[in-house]
């Protein structure tokens, strides 16, 4: 194990490395969660449907995504998918948002079928369409209630890009990695990189909090 003061002097000597690392683990896990929400609202409304196709295709998605591994779907879309040349980044950023989108679903389904049906039932009254209601009325009471557990998908996402250091992606943990191998000083380099996650995930805690306390407020 590392003296105190030598991890402290390395965190501290290394931050330009890891600098470019942790912008780029920011921007995967952002574009991976954004897309993730739009999938995961997507196949929600899939699920709740009355149409039986659609609620099967929802279903296949969700099983396929939540019965195999992360790192695997990772792969097919990089490795599986050479003649198409997709990016390492998209590659990445795609697979998380794949894989978030399956249980941001099921986030949405809970939070929407958590609505007393009769608010439903009040905008057909008032003339809205079904759309419309459910636009209107439905989800932004179900974003409100599915915002604890979508932060807490935000946070998993983000210690999930960690991943993408097995297609050579340099975000944090790569380049953690990439500088024990250099030096034969891993437990150093692991520490710190454990560091860098922790603060991101503080930092993104306090942030849902407060958006939580904000929306709270409002109402």
């Given at each position: 194990m590392p003296t105190f003061a030598h991890f402290f002097e390395t965190l501290l000597e290394s931050y330009p490395v890891f600098f470019e690392g942790l912008w780029l683990t920011i921007r995967v896990t952002f574009v991976s969660v954004l897309i993730a929400v739009f999938i995961g609202l997507f196949f929600a409304l899939f699920k709740i449907s009355q149409s039986k196709t659609l609620n099967?295709?929802?279903?296949?998605?969700i099983a396929i995504i939540r019965g195999t591994p992360l790192i695997v779907q990772i792969f097919i879309f990089y490795f599986g998918l050479t003649e198409f040349n997709i990016p390492k980044f998209w590659a990445a950023s795609i697979g998380l948002a794949l894989?978030?989108?399956?249980?941001?679903?099921?986030?949405?389904?809970?939070?929407?079928?958590?609505?007393?049906?009769?608010?439903m039932e009040a905008?057909?009254?008032?003339?809205?369409?079904?759309?419309l209601a459910m636009?209107?009325?439905?989800?932004?009471?179900?974003?409100?209630?599915?915002?604890?557990?979508?932060?807490?998908?935000?946070?998993?996402?983000?210690?999930?890009?960690?991943?993408?250091?097995?297609?050579?992606?340099?975000?944090?943990?790569?380049?953690a990695t990439t500088q024990g191998a250099r030096t034969f000083d891993?437990?150093?380099?692991?520490?710190?990189?454990?560091?860098?996650?922790?603060?991101?995930?503080?930092?993104?805690?306090?942030?849902?909090?407060?958006?939580e306390k904000r929306l709270s407020a409002s109402d």
């Open positions: 099967w295709i929802a279903n296949v998605y894989h978030n989108g399956a249980y941001i679903a099921e986030i949405f389904r809970g939070s929407i079928q958590s609505i007393d049906k009769g608010q905008g057909r009254s008032l003339g809205m369409s079904h759309t636009r209107r009325i439905i989800l932004p009471q179900a974003f409100r209630r599915a915002l604890p557990p979508l932060g807490n998908q935000f946070i998993i996402g983000l210690k999930d890009s960690s991943l993408a250091a097995f297609i050579a992606l340099p975000e944090l943990f790569s380049v891993e437990m150093t380099y692991l520490l710190i990189v454990a560091v860098y996650y922790l603060v991101l995930v503080l930092i993104f805690t306090l942030l849902v909090n407060l958006l």
